[in-house]
């Protein structure tokens, strides 16, 4: 069975933009958040730290780290659905 070759103008490309977009995006999220939020996310997520880890190097308590990071992820959701970028 024989099948045509797709048209070249109807093939799409992927060029990385629509990543580069979403990721500032993302930056610009973070930085509506509190300091405190933003800290917790960056030094867990971004930096792939425990939350031990973090607790420590941010000077406070483990449980403090999670609540901070609990309501951090929930705003950053928040406002990354308000921009229509998360569902």
């Not at 973090?54 to 992820?73: D, M």
């Amino acid at each position: 069975m024989e099948v045509e070759p797709p048209e070249v103008d109807m093939m799409s490309v992927p060029d990385g933009s629509e990543r580069a977009l979403s990721a500032m995006v993302v930056a610009d999220a973070l930085r509506s958040l509190s300091e405190e939020h933003r800290e917790v996310i960056e030094q867990t997520y971004l930096r792939d730290r425990t939350i031990n880890e973090a607790a420590e190097i941010l000077g406070i308590p483990p449980g403090t780290v999670k609540s901070r990071l609990y309501y951090g992820i929930r705003a950053l959701r928040e406002l990354l659905r308000d921009k229509g970028v998360a569902g």
